[in-house]
């Protein structure tokens, strides 16, 4: 079936650094990803969603300086998370959809702890 | 914001039925029932979904009531391994956004 890779799975870093989480449809082109954080033993929040060859749709509270997304191809999305600071340690997750009327496929998630 | 309403935390003894239900009340005509899990630190994954009709497959049953007002999500036999958050979505189709609400934690009993 298809599958949405995720990398890193975890990663840690000083703050001020800057991460790029990669989410990858393997199997199937995908215009459309999606990108959600989620906090311990909380629901999944959207973040925003990538659109591949235009700029990505942030929802509100988002700041799309801090969370730049890249989708250059179909099957490639890229999450980068500028001057981390601690409060941006989160489980970030990506998704993607085959196609219209389709379900969503899910990354495993990136854990990230900002120190 | 999310469309639907679950409740937050249910038990299911091993082997025995989990019927976990949602509410979508606003519902519209264009938009269908999906069902996805999460177990711990992992990616969500799809279970079923459905637009009017009952729906199952090798993983469980999804029962649509007549105004689509509200569902319930059928697994037959649950397992330890069944222990998760259980997330009921209303998706329209085409590449429209996914919001989550709060889900339902079940907890699979020996």
């Known amino acids: ?115 | 914001d999310a469309k639907t309403t679950q409740p937050p935390s249910m038990d299911c003894a091993e082997g025995r039925a989990a019927n976990l239900p949602c509410n979508h009340s606003t519902i519209s005509g264009n938009e269908y029932v999906y069902w996805y899990r999460q177990i711990h630190s992992q990616g969500p994954q799809y279970i079923i979904h459905g637009l009017k009709n009952n729906e199952t497959n090798e993983m469980a049953s999804l029962i649509i009531t007549e105004d689509r007002k509200s569902s319930t999500l059928i697994l037959p036999h649950a397992t330890l391994r069944d222990t998760a958050v259980y997330y009921c979505i209303v998706q329209a189709g085409g590449y429209q956004k996914v919001t989550f609400g709060t889900g339902t934690k079940l907890q699979v009993i020996p």
């Open chain 1, 1 to 115: 079936g298809a599958v949405v890779s995720q990398h890193p799975s975890r990663v840690i870093c000083k703050s001020g650094t800057s991460v790029k989480i990669e989410c990858r449809s393997l199997d199937f082109q995908a215009t459309t990803m999606f990108w959600y954080r989620q906090f311990p033993k909380k629901s999944l929040m959207l973040m925003a969603t990538s659109n591949e060859g235009s700029k990505a749709t942030y929802e509100q509270g988002v700041e799309k300086d801090k969370f730049l997304i890249n989708h250059a191809s179909l099957t490639l999305s890229t999450l980068t998370v500028t001057s981390a600071h601690p409060e941006d340690s989160s489980f970030y997750i990506c998704s993607a959809t085959p196609g219209q009327n389709e379900k969503l496929f899910f990354g495993s998630g990136t854990q990230l702890s900002v120190l």
